[in-house]
């Protein structure tokens, strides 16, 4: 089978960094390569629930992502692989997350373990761990233990130093690949204190390995994703050489957190996969079910329902293409994106699927009789999203830690004037990554969400214009009145004994919305002149569609977030406003236009293997 990489040659200044164009074509071209997942291939859904029935791993799902090269692009170009821009890697895990998050995350373990190793620029390293991923080696990363979870800080494993090298003692559990993979990148002890600067990256091969000294542990049941490699490895005295090391003794923390910002930001294309799938499956059943002498999808609360889910969706692919374009663009910001975008995305995507459940009734539980229990499943998987490379809660404090210095620095006037359209737009060329612009701490706030007020301004001038504007761009002040009187309350949050204090928590919340707010924004100012005009996805920019609807979901999210942040609601509740009713009948319109047209559900078209429905 020819491999989806040919491009992997070319010298990393010709290759597309920035436009939809080419991550598009080439996350049609994959889906394509795939195979109609209602067929009977290794990523068909007969074939993914019946190994999530047998909790068995998915080998031939994972070899043919091997034999297309997918593996190339969990490498950067320069070092031999086909990563120049995240956006693309982006679309590549949401087009296989869409048809089984199982595979997504068992086979996109191998960068999640070798991130580490790009973020620490350590050369000889680097190219040496390429060349394994290159070949297919899957690399798992070894953070956890089964006393410590995520308290990295109080690990037990140790890296005793030697005359030449490192002797590991200690055990670490709930890792992905753990089993499977040859490599391990390991964080371990490595002065007997501990510390910030106590702890080190060691990248082990377990091929060389002497015999006895280690073991890998037994795989744990989960209640999703039920196949992958989940298990644990223990070292007894293994020896590793000094080249091993990743980076810099005592380094290590500071590069895991750093490298956790990138994949938090990725992780939203499992969630977004996830919610094409789960909404994909809704709409068929309703478009198709006949209840009280009608079809389900006539029935209002249907209807509101799976538009109220598609703006959702909307709304967090917004949030998730700006995320990974600022990984090029704001990497010194990341910690506060990343942060967002590892809450959010997840947090929507399983209130979205939890609302779809309604929809489809009992066949939402059933493991058989209705598309070979597809629902059922998809829930559970996505469930584990939002736990692992950090956790809600995680990523909540993560805000709460910063609340003084993003309030301080709201709205930032000092970033460069082109930063803005290179984050949002999608025409727009990347810069490469930048590792050492990566900072634990966001010094000078948010880019971002700074452009909120500005963006509500530039839209109410639009709305003058264009009466067809003029409800987004209410929202749109809506948004940037309640982000000011957030910051305001920011600053004045003090910290407790113990931690943040309870109430910060939800202001975490309402600043992550308002984060999504300026994303959808931002996206609709910076694209909506070259968005295609002759697609199923044209009806979405016309007259702001998306942006209304979008903004409106983010307004009643806020509100439940943080209750009186977006100030009186004059108007009745929106399950009885009329200009709601026809602002959701449209967007369901333009949800049906994509699904029969067999289309992702998104912003951009593009088309999907499986095509229309029958």
């Known amino acids: 089978m020819t491999a989806l990489t040919e491009r992997a040659g070319t010298p990393a200044a010709d290759r597309p960094t920035g436009g939809p164009g080419p991550r598009w074509r080439f996350a049609e071209q994959l889906d394509a390569r795939l195979g109609d997942p209602g067929g009977l291939g290794p990523l068909s859904y007969a074939r993914t629930a019946a190994e ?5 791993f998915p080998a031939a799902a994972c070899a043919l992502l091997g034999e297309l090269g997918i593996h190339h692009y969990y490498v950067p170009a320069e070092y031999g692989g086909a990563l120049t821009c995240f956006p693309q890697l982006l679309e590549i895990v949401r087009t296989i997350a869409r048809r089984d998050v199982t595979c997504a995350v068992a086979h996109g373990k191998t960068f999640l373990g070798a991130v580490c190793v790009w973020v620490a620029e350590d050369r000889a390293g680097a190219h040496h761990l390429a060349s394994l991923v290159r070949a297919g080696e899957p690399v798992s990363l070894g953070l956890t233990e089964r006393t410590h979870g995520s308290d990295l800080m109080a690990g037990e494993v140790v890296a005793e130093p030697t005359g030449d090298g490192y002797l590991i003692s200690g055990e ?14 390991l964080l371990a002890r490595t002065a007997a204190d501990g510390g910030p600067r106590g702890f080190s990256l060691l990248l082990v091969d377990k091929h060389a390995l002497p015999d006895g000294t280690f073991r890998t542990l037994p795989k744990v049941r989960t209640l999703g994703i039920r196949g992958a490699d989940i298990s644990g490895i223990a070292f007894d005295r293994a020896p590793v050489p000094g080249h091993c090391l990743v980076g810099k003794e005592g380094e290590g923390p500071e590069t895991v957190l750093k490298a956790l910002q990138i994949t938090r930001s990725l992780c939203t294309a499992l969630s977004l996969g996830a919610a094409d799938h789960g909404l994909r499956l809704a709409h068929g059943f309703a478009a198709g079910r006949e209840l009280y002498g009608r079809r389900l999808i006539e029935l209002p609360v249907v209807r509101r329902t799976l538009a109220e889910a598609y703006a959702d969706l909307l709304a967090m692919e917004a949030l998730g293409t700006v995320a990974a374009r600022s990984i090029h663009t704001l990497p010194g910001e990341l910690s506060v994106t990343s942060a967002v975008a590892k809450f959010l995305v997840p947090t929507v995507v399983d209130d979205i699927l939890t609302r779809l459940r309604g929809v489809l009734g009992a066949r939402s539980v059933l493991t058989d009789h209705y598309e070979h229990g597809r629902f059922q499943k998809l829930e559970r998987d996505h469930r584990i999203v939002g736990i692992f490379d950090g956790n809600t809660m995680v990523n909540l404090y993560a805000l709460t830690a910063q609340f003084r210095t993003l309030a301080r620095c709201h709205p930032a006037r000092d970033h460069d004037a082109g930063t803005p359209a290179e984050t949002f737009c999608h025409t727009h060329d990347l810069p490469r990554l930048r590792p050492q612009r990566l900072s634990l701490v966001a010094r000078r706030g948010s880019t971002v969400l700074g452009t909120l007020p500005a963006a509500a301004e530039v839209l109410g001038a639009q709305a003058s214009r264009d009466p067809a504007l003029a409800r987004a761009a209410a929202l749109a002040r809506t948004l940037a009145r309640a982000a000011e009187q957030l910051h305001t309350a920011m600053l004045a949050v003090r910290p407790v004994p113990g931690g943040a204090p309870v109430e910060s928590f939800d202001l975490a919340r309402g600043y992550s919305v308002c984060f999504a707010a300026a994303c959808c924004l931002g996206v609709w100012q910076h694209n909506r002149r070259t968005a295609p005009h002759d697609a199923p996805t044209a009806g ?21 977030a943080v209750p009186g942040s977006t100030g009186p609601r004059p108007r009745p509740p929106s399950a009885y406003d009329p200009d709601l009713q026809s602002l959701y009948e449209a967007l369901l319109g ?13 912003l951009l078209p593009g088309l999907i293997a499986e095509g229309p429905p029958c």
């Open 52 to 56: 999530d029935a047998a909790e068995q």
């Open 540 to 560: 979405l920019w016309a007259s702001g569609l998306w942006l209304e609807a979008t903004l409106a979901r983010l307004v009643d999210r806020l509100e439940q």
């Open 590 to 602: 333009r949800l049906t236009a994509q699904y029969e047209a067999g289309e992702l559900f998104s």
């Open 172 to 185: 670490k559990w709930l890792i992905n690949n753990a089993t499977r993979g040859r490599l391990v990148c």
